[in-house]
Nanobody, 120 residues
Framework: QVQLVESGGGLVQPGGSLRLSCQAS????????MSWYRQTPGKQRELVAAISSGGRTNYADSMKGRFTISRDNAENTMYLDMWNLQPEDTAVYYCNAQRQYVVAPPTIYWGQGTQVTVSS
């Protein structure tokens, strides 16, 4: 059974920082491309940052310089370090795992999400 469990969300003041974690089980973590997405009510889920199985990273433009994505394959865990958080960063943050196959459809899994609220 595949599980992606996010943690580390919470309430933080503007300018503050948080570290989100995504603990994976039931998948071969090192072979999966991992991503963080976020969603606010009434809006589509948007990509925050991604890290490939090979360690290549990609960020949404508004997160560059403030967020850092990383992974620890030995711990089956992905992280998102967020600095200088602003009220517009308030959202539910989701962990995503994808594995591509040559002759089969990709597998895609989502976590349950963790709430990040930036407010004074």
């Amino acid at each position: 059974q595949v599980q992606l469990v996010e943690s580390g969300g919470g309430l933080v003041q503007p300018g503050g920082s948080l570290r989100l974690s995504c603990q994976a089980s039931g998948i071969i973590f090192r072979l999966n491309d991992m991503s963080w997405y976020r969603q606010t009510p009434g809006k589509q889920r948007e990509l925050v940052a991604a890290i490939s199985s090979g360690g290549r990273t990609n960020y949404a433009d508004s997160m560059k310089g403030r967020f850092t994505i990383s992974r620890d394959n030995a711990e089956n865990t992905m992280y998102l370090d967020m600095w200088n958080l602003q009220p517009e960063d308030t959202a539910v943050y989701y962990c995503n795992a994808q594995r591509q196959y040559v002759v089969a459809p990709p597998t895609i899994y989502w976590g349950q999400g963790t709430q990040v609220t930036v407010s004074s």
